[in-house]
């Protein structure tokens, strides 16, 4: 499985971004799309989750009310689309698969993409 992630970019507060992450193999109904995201100095951070089946989403704290995940399943593509940006949302983005159940650990997800770089400037 690869994930191919891309739509980051510069952007100023207040702004809007949306991420995609294309996946190699159409996921099974089980499986769990996700982002993550990781500023540097800091740990690896759960943003988003969704899943393939029935489109459930999950959502970071830090993110609840202004990201938004969601997938095309015909592609299959997941997407987070990111509004209201602020500086501290500054970090690189990584989409991830997990094939069992939703974690919030980035140890637990099996696959990842190669990130995909967001810079918020306030």
């Known amino acids: 499985v690869q994930l191919q992630a891309s739509g980051g970019g510069l952007v100023q507060a207040g702004d809007s971004l949306r991420l995609s992450c294309e996946v190699s193999?159409?996921?099974?109904?089980?499986?769990?799309l996700g982002w993550f995201r990781q500023a540097p100095g800091k740990e690896r951070e759960f943003v988003a989750a969704?899943?393939?089946?029935?489109?459930?989403?999950y959502y970071g704290d830090s993110v609840k009310g202004r990201f938004a995940i969601s997938r095309e399943r015909a592609e299959p593509t997941v997407y987070l689309q990111m509004d209201s940006l602020k500086h501290e949302d500054s970090a690189v983005y990584y989409c991830?698969?997990?094939?069992?159940?939703?974690?919030?650990?980035?140890?637990?997800?099996?696959?990842w993409g190669q990130g995909t770089q967001v810079t918020v400037s306030s």
């Open positions: 991830a698969q997990e094939l069992r159940s939703l974690s919030y650990r980035p140890s637990d997800w099996d696959y």
């Open positions: 193999v159409r996921p099974y109904s089980s499986h769990i």
């Open positions: 969704i899943r393939w089946s029935t489109g459930l989403t």
